[in-house]
């Protein structure tokens, strides 16, 4: 049994050797018989990455190290998926890490409960400060299985590829998308999940995600792909229509479209470095999108719901209808 660990970096010099020790810890720990294969595909950098990894591949030699030319993290990701052999894939960003027996909880998971995938927490880190971990309860059909039938689960999910474990029998006909665009995750893992029909779970902690606000605010501030949201959305309904399952899952697919796409304008409100006036464009950009695809999106029975986390994100939208 062998898993392969996927680590996209571009100029990762500060985190790397956190993340590659995180890994080698984590294969020490795997039980007799089954074997990690570690593969870091380098997006191009130009700062010391590559001779600090050069020096952990000296010392420990069990690190397989590709290079491409600037192509974004779904690309890099791709390349890994591509060169993986392993019986199933772990996806690790180059700025997180794993804390110990991660891979051996996540691997017992799935293979006890026989699922494609398995899911757990994560820990989130501002700096070196721990500041939350994730909390979800799910409907179980049995210990450690969950029914994605139940509860919205594709809505309620995170849908990034942190601290889960997938088969690579998933990613026989699928990647991420080809072109750079963000939010890249969503368009791909809600659709595995959703062709697995059940998840498995562990109830710990097993990634370790860091939290970059300054990044994370940037993204916005500087750069023009807020409506790269809507592109995301619109290849995981291709993909989820290619799976099959889109007929039966089109009330969550629009929960999910609206919610996403609102949480985009509430940020371009809050946080886009520009007049009113552009922002005004934008968002009225993103709800021409929206109305396009799910002219109902205000009566979405999730995003209305009063028991619901959501009914403050479309009061905030109401607050801001200036914007519109």
């Known amino acids: 049994m062998t898993i392969d660990i996927i680590v996209p970096v571009f100029n990762g010099g500060r985190s790397i050797k956190r993340c590659i020790m995180s890994v080698l810890r984590n294969s020490e720990q795997c039980p007799k ?20 990894i050069a020096r952990i591949q000296a010392e420990y030699g069990s690190v397989q190290y ?3 030319a600037n192509s974004g993290v779904a690309s890099a990701r791709n390349y890994g998926i591509d060169k993986a052999t392993g019986d199933y894939i772990v996806f690790l960003d180059a700025d997180d890490w794993l804390p110990d027996h991660s891979i051996q909880r996540l691997l017992k998971c799935a293979l006890e409960n026989d699922t494609d995938i398995a899911i757990g927490k994560s820990r989130y880190y501002l700096g070196k400060i721990p500041v939350t971990s994730t909390s979800e309860t799910w409907h179980a059909i049995s210990p450690g299985v969950i029914d994605i039938a139940k509860d919205n689960f594709l809505v309620e999910i995170t849908p990034g590829i942190r601290a889960k474990i997938f088969s690579r029998s998933l990613f026989e006909h699928s990647r991420f998308p080809k072109d750079r665009i963000k939010w890249e995750d969503l368009a791909l893992v809600p ?15 097993v990634y370790n995600y860091t939290v970059h606000m300054n990044t994370t605010v940037k993204d916005f501030l500087f750069q023009c792909n807020v409506l790269d949201i809507i592109k995301s959305l619109d290849i995981l309904k291709e993909n989820l229509q290619q799976f099959d399952v889109y007929d039966r ?3 969550e697919y629009n929960s999910m479209l ?19 006036h552009e922002k005004k ?6 709800i021409h999108e929206l109305n396009r695809r799910y002219a109902d999106w205000k009566n979405d029975a999730v995003l209305t719901d009063p028991e619901k986390r959501y009914k403050d994100l479309f009061f905030n939208f109401m607050l801001n209808k200036c914007y519109l």
């Open 33 to 52: 018989g089954v074997s990690t294969n570690l593969v870091i595909v380098d997006d191009g950098s130009t700062d010391e990455t590559s001779s600090i």
């Open 66 to 68: 590709l290079k491409q």
């Open 191 to 205: 659709a595995l999940i959703a062709k697995s029909g059940i998840v498995s779970y562990v109830d710990d902690v």
């Open 249 to 251: 899952l089109t009330a």
């Open 258 to 276: 609206t919610l996403h796409t609102l949480f985009r304008a509430e940020n371009v409100v809050t946080w886009i470095n520009a007049n009113r």
């Open 281 to 286: 464009k934008i968002t009225r950009k993103l």
